[in-house]
């Protein structure tokens, strides 16, 4: 059982995860072992509240296919145990990630003191600069 919030928790169906052999140089032992964990969520079949679910499906996030379906590929440590909660670190992480909401921008002005100060900024760098011309 994966906790997201003290309301919201994911059960072990719901998350699939398969052991595949990791990537890369490790040696001999590398090519015998499944240390490296392929973990699968389905978004629309899980039992995340709606909200979650549209935010989630609405990410643009390479780890989220077009079905609706999270990949996360856990291949950094040596065992497989660790890996295994790495990837369930990262789905987690992921969904706290949707729950935050983002303040509204307000966009505003700059002041008249700063935009002047900008100006007499680009004024002093131009005559520095003016002054690394050839000497006549």
Do not use: C
Request: charge should be positive.
């Amino acid at each position: 059982m994966l906790h997201i919030s003290n309301s919201v928790t994911l059960a072990d169906w719901e998350i699939e995860m398969t052991a595949i052999r990791a990537q890369g140089a490790g040696g001999q032992n590398v090519n015998k072992t499944s240390s490296a964990i392929h973990l699968r969520f389905d978004i629309q079949r899980s039992s995340l509240p709606a909200v979650y679910k549209e935010r989630l499906l609405a990410l643009s996030d390479s780890r989220i296919t077009s079905d609706g379906v999270i990949v996360i590929k856990a291949q950094a440590h040596r065992t497989q145990d660790l890996n295994r909660q790495d990837a369930l670190h990262r789905l987690q992480a992921l969904i706290k990630t949707v729950t935050v909401v983002q303040k509204r921008r307000r966009a505003t002005k700059p002041t008249k003191g700063s935009q002047r100060r900008r100006v007499e900024a680009k004024k002093r760098k131009g005559q520095t600069k003016s002054l690394r011309g050839r000497v006549v």
